[in-house]
């Protein structure tokens, strides 16, 4: 019988045998700051796929990981682990080694999937309600435009287009108004995908592959044939994945430059075209959104030169910043699990982050990402935790100094 092709580059195969068990990522792991469970850390999920690929793939994988059969317990624990993971990347960071486990653990899961394991609560109906909304949300993607106010415009054809995404447009359409606001300022206008469909990213994180490209060539189609040249977008996930995915979905290299809205905003506070007039009297500290702090895109000093340069701002570093900065605990799709048990862990992620910023005397947290804005809100809710803090988007809080 012919063997299934392991879902694994051959240089994640190599970093899987490349770890230590050091535990140097212990230290900085969102999920154990806040459940201290040292089972469900990144080298324990290292180790228990190890067991599956022994079990699973035979040949040159059993005579590289020579190890037992894992027990149907331990199947259940690593399942457990792997998807309760907010794939922030920061252990990967600090790894001796350099093992990328942002794009890793995504691997892990799309290898699960394809043995025919579930992941965890709703996480495992993700892919319906794709299918049903084109949305990772029970909303129908045609309520994605909600957010815009009558005198918004949407130009038929612009050379500047603008991915709102589905995170932005249903959990924090203040960043939505914000970014189309700071557009409007810089260019005069944009367009923007009426029936603009997800980018696949919480499908590809959580290992559901096979419906993804369908809805990247619609959206590439659709933005073209607007007229697109540059294509801008406000959420870090957003951004990663069309710069690192998409391409592979469209056959090579995509017909549209992809910039993300701090990166426009900050040369066009530099070159004159922006400037801010209000003062914002206030200590602000900045949160880098994992997917644009860790690997590429990059995007880590235009956000900061866009806060700085809002007259009365005092901008206050938080002690883990730009590569290390802490998990907002919303990533991963460990917040579409939607159990007691998950959406506990995600919240306490995301106060730890609050808790550090209030430690630097912060009035706002300034934030960078839809999941952030959404779990830090939810967080203060959920927890019953009371601050004067204020939680806002860079793009929300620009708009507002025009």
């Known amino acids: 019988m012919k063997k299934k092709k392991v879902a694994l580059t051959g240089l994640q195969l190599i970093e899987l045998d490349a770890c230590t068990g050091c535990g140097q990522c212990l230290k900085f792991c969102p999920v154990q700051a806040v459940t201290g469970d040292a089972s469900i850390s990144p080298p324990e999920k290292i180790r228990h796929f190890k067991y599956l690929l022994q079990a699973q793939g035979g040949g040159v994988l059993s005579r590289l990981f020579r190890s037992r059969k894992p027990s149907d317990e331990e199947m259940e624990k690593f399942v457990s682990a792997l998807f309760k993971c907010t794939t922030c990347g ?49 909303k129908d993607v045609a309520e994605k435009p909600l957010w815009r106010p009558a005198g918004l415009k949407n130009y038929p054809s612009h050379e500047i287009g603008y991915f709102v995404g589905c995170g932005v447009s249903f959990s924090a359409p203040p960043m939505a108004l914000g970014g189309a606001r700071m557009l409007e300022s810089i260019y005069g206008g944009f367009t923007m995908l009426e029936i603009e469909e997800c980018c696949g990213f919480p499908l590809y994180v959580l290992g559901f592959e096979d419906i993804i490209e369908s809805m990247v060539r619609k959206n590439v189609a659709g933005l073209v044939g607007q007229g697109v040249k540059k294509l801008v977008t406000t959420c870090a996930c957003c951004m990663s994945f069309l710069t690192n995915n998409w391409p592979k979905y469209t056959g090579g290299k995509l017909p549209f430059e992809v ?40 995007v880590v000093e235009e956000p900061r030169r866009v806060i700085t340069s809002i007259p009365g701002v005092i901008f206050k570093e938080m002690e883990r910043n730009r590569q290390y900065s802490k998990c907002c605990g919303a990533g991963g799709g460990i917040r579409r699990v939607q159990d007691e048990e998950h959406t506990k862990i995600s919240c306490e992620i995301a106060l730890e982050v609050i808790k550090d910023a209030e430690a630097e005397g912060a009035d706002t947290l300034a934030i960078n990402c839809p ?25 929300q809080m620009a708009s507002e100094q025009l």
Not at 282 to 296: A, N
Not at 371 to 395: P, Q, S, V, W
Request: positive net charge; hydrophobic residues 35%.
């Open 90 to 138: 920061v252990c990967g960071t600090v790894c001796p080694v350099g093992i990328n486990t942002q794009k890793l653990w995504a691997a892990l899961r799309t290898e699960l999937i394809r043995m025919g394991k579930e992941p965890p609560g709703k996480q495992k109906d993700v892919p319906d309600v794709f299918r049903r909304r084109k949305t990772p949300y029970e």
């Open 259 to 298: 910039v993300h809205i701090s990166q426009e905003v900050a040369r066009a506070v530099e070159t004159g075209v922006v400037a801010f007039k209000k003062e914002l009297k206030e200590t602000v500290c900045y949160h880098d959104p994992c997917y644009i702090s860790r690997g590429k895109p990059y």
């Open 371 to 395: 999941a952030c804005y959404e779990r830090m809100h939810l967080a203060l809710t959920k927890l019953g935790y009371e601050t004067k803090l204020k939680i806002k988007d860079i793009m």
